[in-house]
T-cell receptor, first 114, second 114 residues
Framework: GAVVSQHPSWVICKSGTSVKIECRSL??????MFWYRQFPKQSLMLMAT?????????EQGVEKDKFLINHASLTLSTLTVTSAHPEDSSFYIC??????????FGPGTRLTVT | GESVGLHLPTLSVQEGDNSIINCAYS??????FIWYKQESGKGPQFIID?????DKRQGQRVTVLLNKTVKHLSLQIAATQPGDSAVYFC?????????????FGKGTLLTVNP
């Protein structure tokens, strides 16, 4: 149980375009989903926390107009990177939670912006 | 100056040896701690957790030790195997906060030599 999927697993896009990444909890309902970014050889940095049906809470320094997060249902959250630039190239990981101290991580999405 | 985050601490061990991975956490109010294993190109995988009312917890081949006095956490892996090669992260959480946020440590790259 507690499986989280992400789609796509990798994506290459041109600079200036937008990319949408999906995060799904497959066998449980996630009241809270988290989005992380991870650069090579670095740790996971939390970008934002989203609760189903409400606006996401962004961490300091994360541009909410650039990284649009939607959590429309208890099993799906999406992250849209708008007007992507090469510096947005990273590994994006989501996690889903239905209770405190429980976070189940997705497999990650590798974004490359050319 | 050079970013510490670009150089993961590394630990290299021989197959069959025991491994000890250390982590210093930042928030003295944190009351829940987790160790994750991350293989290349994948999301974090839960290994073991411990609450602040304990100082030791054992799992299968793994033991977590918590020293709240010095805000230190360690992960011991017994009889390390090549499949244990990965980056290991500790994460902390303060359950009295308004959400379920985790803060990740820098990570340690474990390499197991056959």
């Amino acid at each position: 149980g507690a499986v989280v999927s992400q789609h796509p697993s990798w994506v290459i896009c041109k600079s200036g375009t937008s990319v949408k990444i999906e995060c799904r909890s497959l066998d449980f309902q996630a009241t809270t989903m988290f989005w992380y970014r991870q650069f090579p050889k670095q740790s996971l940095m939390l970008m934002a926390t989203s609760n189903e049906g409400s606006k996401a809470t962004y961490e300091q320094g994360v541009e909410k107009d650039k990284f649009l997060i939607n959590h429309a249902s208890l099993t799906l959250s999406t992250l849209t990177v708008t007007s992507a630039h090469p510096e947005d190239s990273s590994f994006y990981i989501c996690s889903a939670s239905s209770a405190p101290n429980e976070q189940y991580f997705g497999p990650g999405t590798r974004l490359t912006v050319t | 100056g050079e970013s510490v985050g670009l150089h993961l601490p590394t630990l290299s061990v021989q197959e069959g040896d025991n491994s000890i991975i250390n982590c210093a956490y930042s928030n003295s109010a944190s009351d829940y701690f987790i160790w994750y294993k991350q293989e290349s190109g994948k999301g974090p995988q839960f290994i073991i957790d411990i609450r602040s009312n304990m100082d030791k917890r054992q799992g299968q081949r793994v033991t977590v030790l918590l020293n709240k006095t010095v805000k230190h956490l360690s992960l011991q892996i017994a009889a390390t195997q090549p499949g244990d090669s990965a980056v290991y992260f500790c994460a902390e959480n303060y359950s009295g906060g308004s959400n379920y946020k985790l803060t990740f440590g820098k990570g340690t790259l474990l390499t197991v030599n056959p």
